[in-house]
Every structure is written in structure tokens, then in C-alpha cells.
């Protein structure tokens, strides 16, 4: 049973920085890509990056290219996301889930989601 979590959360100003990360268990972590989403309230679940399972290709939306940055230790069965320079239309809930296959940004190829984590930015 593969288990994903997501921390690393909070309230931050505009502006600021956060760094989350998600802790993969169950199987083998270096042999999957991994993708982040967040999804705010009223509005469904969207894309944020992927990382490819060599940490060599990663992917991400427009509204965050530039400012977010996704990572990944596999040694630690870990995948990062650095969040820089954010701003209020940022705040979301956060999740990490293990990609399948197919188009990147599609949530319906990803499953083994995690709870996820309440990033909130403050104007």
C-alpha cells in the first residue's frame, strides 16, 4: 500500500516563500513520477508540476513557472516543491499523488493521493 504525505504548509504573505514536501512509503519511489496539484475552494483540483522519476524532466503550469520549483530526493522517498515569490491566488490545498501515465497535467492519471497540506497567502 503505497502511502503519500504532504507537509510544509501555512500562512504566508505575499511575496514570501514555502517549501513543501511529501513522503512517499510502500514501494519502490524512484521508479515513478510524481506530480503536485492544488485545488481552492469552489474550484477544481489543478495541475502544478511534475518531476520526472530521474529528477532530469520537470514540468509546470504557467500560472507558477518561474516561481515554483519541484524536486525530488530519492534517497529520502521524498518530492519537494519550492514555492517563491507567492501570492494570494496561490492559497489552496496542496497534493502530491504518483503519475500513472499519459498527459502530466491530467489528474485522472495520477492516483495515490496524498491528505494534503493548507498553504493560505495573505495579501
Known amino acids: 500500500q503505497v502511502q503519500l504525505v504532504e507537509s510544509g504548509g501555512g500562512l504566508v504573505q505575499a511575496g514570501g516563500s514555502l517549501r513543501l514536501s511529501c513522503a512517499a512509503s510502500?514501494?519502490?519511489?524512484?521508479?515513478?513520477?510524481m506530480g503536485w496539484f492544488r485545488q481552492a475552494p469552489g474550484k477544481e483540483r489543478e495541475f502544478v508540476a511534475a518531476?520526472?522519476?530521474?529528477?532530469?524532466?520537470?514540468y509546470y503550469a504557467d500560472s507558477v513557472k518561474g516561481r515554483f520549483t519541484i524536486s525530488r530526493d530519492n534517497a529520502k522517498n521524498t518530492v519537494y516543491l519550492q514555492m517563491n515569490s507567492l501570492k494570494p491566488e496561490d492559497t489552496a490545498v496542496y497534493f502530491c499523488?504518483?503519475?500513472?501515465?499519459?498527459?502530466?497535467?491530467?489528474?485522472?492519471?495520477?492516483?495515490?493521493w496524498g491528505q494534503g497540506t493548507q498553504v493560505t497567502v495573505s495579501s
Open positions: 499523488a504518483e503519475f500513472l501515465g499519459g498527459l502530466y497535467y491530467s489528474s485522472q492519471n495520477y492516483h495515490y
Open positions: 510502500g514501494r519502490t519511489f524512484s521508479n515513478y513520477a
Open positions: 518531476v520526472s522519476w530521474s529528477d532530469i524532466n520537470t
